[in-house]
């Protein structure tokens, strides 16, 4: 089944304790993303990749980190989690080409105290 | 600065009635566009896209949307609400070049709830 999995599903966390947020497509798809979805904003994007070794940052990327070191995985790394980094966040991917869907994860919300 | 905008935060519709989750968007060029459906605790699923050619496009569960260049929106809508279509819905427009090529802008979001 084509998917792209997200883990974990739910995370509560310290202020100041590194976490990494795991995700992985089978699709074979160059391109993949990173979006929080918080109430009245929607979704914000926070890092993309167009493909293994090319990332660049979206609209909200301070306090993350991302790598693509293989073409399916694509971690979103808290160095330093603060509270304001408390939301809900989404994984995607979609094949090279604008005019393609994107496909997202389950989700994984997380809770910084 | 491109943007999409729902201008409702929650639209609500009787069972049986028609449906329409309103979207306009603010990006150059001629963008591709699209709608996705979020259920609770679930992750966003896509709905339909335009890409070009007829302005009516039809999706998912008997969604379709309306392409309206002049008055750059993108309106979705259905003839006959379900009460199993209660969620979230997202407008999101992509370029179709530049150095962002991928990028997916969203909207807020629209609250869709369907009353029995």
């Known amino acids: 089944e084509a998917q792209v999995t997200q883990n974990p599903r739910y995370l509560i966390t310290v202020t100041g304790k590194k976490l990494t947020v795991t995700c992985s497509q089978n699709?074979?798809?160059?391109?993949m993303s990173w979006y929080r979805q918080d109430p009245g904003l929607g979704l914000r994007q926070i890092y993309y990749s167009m493909n293994v070794e090319v990332t660049d940052k979206g609209d909200v990327p301070e306090g993350y980190k991302v790598s693509r070191k293989e073409k399916r995985n694509f971690p979103l790394i808290l160095e330093s989690p603060s509270p304001n980094q408390t939301s809900l966040y989404f994984c995607?991917?979609?094949?090279?080409?604008?005019?393609?869907?994107?496909?997202f994860g389950q989700g994984t919300r997380l809770t910084v105290v | 600065a491109q943007s999409v905008a729902q201008p409702e935060d929650q639209v609500n519709v009787a069972e049986g009635n028609p449906l329409t989750v309103k979207c306009t968007y603010s990006v150059s060029g001629n963008p591709y566009l699209f709608w996705y459906v979020q259920y609770p605790n679930r992750g966003l699923q896509f709905l339909l896209k335009?890409?070009?050619?007829?302005?009516l496009v039809k999706g998912s569960y008997g969604f379709e949307a309306e392409f309206n260049k002049s008055q750059t929106s993108f309106h979705l809508k259905k003839p006959s609400a379900l009460v199993s279509d209660s969620a979230l819905y997202f407008c999101a427009v992509r370029a179709r070049s530049g150095g962002s090529q991928g990028n997916l802008i969203f909207g807020k979001g629209t609250k869709l709830s369907v009353k029995p």
């Open positions: 699709m074979n798809h160059e391109y």
């Open positions: 995607a991917s979609s094949p090279r080409g604008s005019a393609t869907e994107a496909f």
């Open positions: 335009y890409i070009t050619g007829d302005n």
